[in-house]
């Protein structure tokens, strides 16, 4: 079971460091106008996909325990 809780703890720590990283992608598409408006919707997408990525994988391991 301790095993279990540091797996799920990585977990949702990659998860909140993906939730930060739209939060810094949005702040830098409204903060910077149109110079980095492209990287900043590119970023947030990927940051989106990356943590469905992580909760599926997440769902998927904690039935292994």
């Known amino acids: 079971m301790n ?20 939060g810094i992608s949005v702040s830098l598409i409204f903060m910077t106008g149109d110079k980095y408006e492209t990287t900043g919707f590119i970023s947030t997408i990927v940051g989106f996909v990356v943590m469905c990525a992580i909760f599926g994988f997440a769902f998927k391991t904690k039935r292994k325990f």
């Open 3 to 22: 095993k279990a809780k540091v797996v799920m703890f990585f977990f949702a720590l990659a998860a909140i460091l993906s939730m930060l990283s739209m």
